[in-house]
């Protein structure tokens, strides 16, 4: 693989030698909490008009994992240039270490392929081994450059291979904070929750849902394009789940979200109630879609409501005409060519 930053001759380029530091450190010091990890796509699932679930599988996954529930863990899928193998970060053995991500750039651009965020929607254990479901929203570049995550989960048949980076069940100590391992849901003891996200969030949602104790309260509000599109989510908590379809209206992506929440919160509810009595302890807000929703949002609960944005987590999962999950994508009109699509880490 070539690495673009190499130097002639002098010392080796830094990429090296942080992978040469890394391989020594390897023994003595505590590892990454994240790591390599190779699986085939075992099932694929058509779950409504715009997900598909697909269910991975193989021996990587027994070292898989966070202790306790997922929630809104988030995992990287590597993708590889078309006609070229996956560039693999990190260590031969599938470690990661200090600084992967900045040497995994300096791979030529034309080789290296792309990196994108998802959530893990399910982890399981079965008679043939462990599963993990990821859920993809289909979604098409409308500049027609392509999206190299969704192409993939279109193209995804049984028996093909994937590269993904994840916690390395085996690497997390009670040391490791639950945000090194890929997880952002840190209510910190707050029993009044709003949940709000687009179609993005969906499998994040589910997830964290599922895992809510009886005693929590609160409200989730779902956006996706349409009403197909409505998932059955179980939940022990006392959350209250309102899933909002976009097409059915024709409204613009993320009115609805925005308008739902506000209505919503600014009526007598916990939300208020907790807000205005600023017992910021008592409520967490966790918000997840694309960069423009997310912006108007955190403005309303953060400016009006009183929300504290050190205890919530209001997050860009993508970025309307940038490459790349999360807010740090690239400018889509910047990328004639797909080789030079780079990804971004912040999701
Ligand atoms: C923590 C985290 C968790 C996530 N979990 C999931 C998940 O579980 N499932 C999931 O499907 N996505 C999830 N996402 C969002 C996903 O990473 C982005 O949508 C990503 O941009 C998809 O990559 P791509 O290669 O398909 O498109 P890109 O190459 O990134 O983008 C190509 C074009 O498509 C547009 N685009 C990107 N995503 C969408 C979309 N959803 N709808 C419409 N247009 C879009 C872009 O603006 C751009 O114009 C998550 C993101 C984060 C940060």
Sequence with gaps: ????????????????????????????????????????????AELTPNFRRITFAGADLDSFGVPGASLDLRIKLLLPVPMHPVSRPGLP?????????????????????????????????????????????????????????????????????????????????????PSETGIRWDPQGAR?????????????????LEALPADVTGMAFVEVPDSRDFQDIRTESDVSVTWLARTTVNAPRGRLLCDTVRRAVSG?????????????TEMYAWVAAEAGTVKELRQYLVHHLGVDPRRSELRAYWSQGKAGSGSNGIPIQQEARPQQLSPSLSG
Excluded: C
């Design 1 to 44: 693989m070539a690495a673009a930053s190499a130097v002639k001759g002098g010392s080796p380029p830094l990429g090296l030698q942080r992978k040469a530091r890394a391989l020594k450190e390897a023994e003595s010091s505590p590892a990454h909490p994240l790591r390599v990890f190779d699986v085939a796509v075992r099932r694929v």
């Design 93 to 177: 053995g599938g470690q990661l270490y200090e600084g992967w991500y900045q040497d995994w750039l300096r791979i030529d651009p034309s080789e290296r392929g792309w990196l994108r965020s998802y959530t893990v929607r399910a982890l399981r254990a079965t008679a043939q081994g462990r599963e993990l479901d990821i859920d993809f929203v289909m979604h098409s570049d409308s500049a027609g450059h392509g999206a190299p995550g969704s192409d993939w989960a279109r193209a995804a048949a049984p028996g093909m291979r994937a590269v993904i980076i994840g916690p390395d069940a085996n690497a997390i100590t009670r040391a490791t904070l």
């Design 192 to 208: 009044h929750v709003l949940l709000a996200g687009d179609e993005t969030a969906v499998p994040a949602i589910g997830a964290i």
């Design 268 to 280: 007598p509810s916990p939300f208020q109630a907790t807000a205005a009595a600023a017992s910021t």
